[in-house]
């Protein structure tokens, strides 16, 4: 679970100071899939990034399977970011030498695991993942053989492999077509709900919606509604 209690993030700004989030609280809870949505510079990226714990609120808290992140040094962030979030980027950002396992492969070794797991239970769990993201049988391309949407399944496998509470997802669809950005919001629905990751996703795309569990509209760095599938 991740919560975002009552949090103000604001920039230098010349001599005064802008505010980009401004006393939101959101909340993302196990096997929900939540999009952040609103107009170009209403402090998405900024919500995204304070969950990221990449930076530290001005007020309020960042609090990561009941750990406040905000008294936290960097080291300790860093640590908690490594151990229980996910990030997938606008962009995948695959390494272009290495295959879809070995990307995953790789990650699991900076996360320590392929020291403390044996090789092939690591290969077992990257092949797994692969699998629920529909690359099983691409496992072996590099990302030039990948089209855009099969690479960001990578990034999203990869951005699971060290099992992360929670999950955080920035415009995935902005560079595809929307039948595969359609995907996409499909698949991360999906694995939200069965890995019971609370997942936070920032989107410009209204036409994705239907994908989404909740939604928070953020305009002026405020968080304006809330809308639940469930209400
Ligand atoms: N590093 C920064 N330094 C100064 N101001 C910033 C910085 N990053 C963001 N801002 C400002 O904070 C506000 C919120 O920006 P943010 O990027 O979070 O919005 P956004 O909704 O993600 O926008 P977009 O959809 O265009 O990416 C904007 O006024 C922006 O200009």
Known sequence: MILLDDVTLTYPDGEARVTAVDHVTLEGRPGVLTGITGPSGSGKSSLLALAATLVRPDSGRVVIDGVDAS?????????LRRERIGIVFQQPQLLPALTAREQLCVMAELEGRGRRARRATVRARVDELLDAVGLAAQADRR????????????????????????????????????????????????????????????????????????????????????TSRSC
């Open 143 to 226: 990302p030039a053989g990948l089209s855009g949407g099969q690479r960001q399944r990578v990034a999203i496998a990869r951005a699971l492999v060290h099992e992360p509470r929670v999950l955080l997802v920035d415009e995935p669809t902005s560079a595809l077509d929307s039948a595969r950005g359609a995907e996409i919001m499909a698949l991360l629905s999906r694995l939200a709900r069965e890995r019971r990751t609370a997942t936070l996703l920032v989107t410009h795309d209204v036409a994705h919606a239907d994908a989404l569990d909740e939604t928070v509209n953020v305009v002026d760095g405020r968080a304006t509604s809330l």
């Open 71 to 79: 008294g936290l040094d960097a080291a300790a962030r860093t640590t």
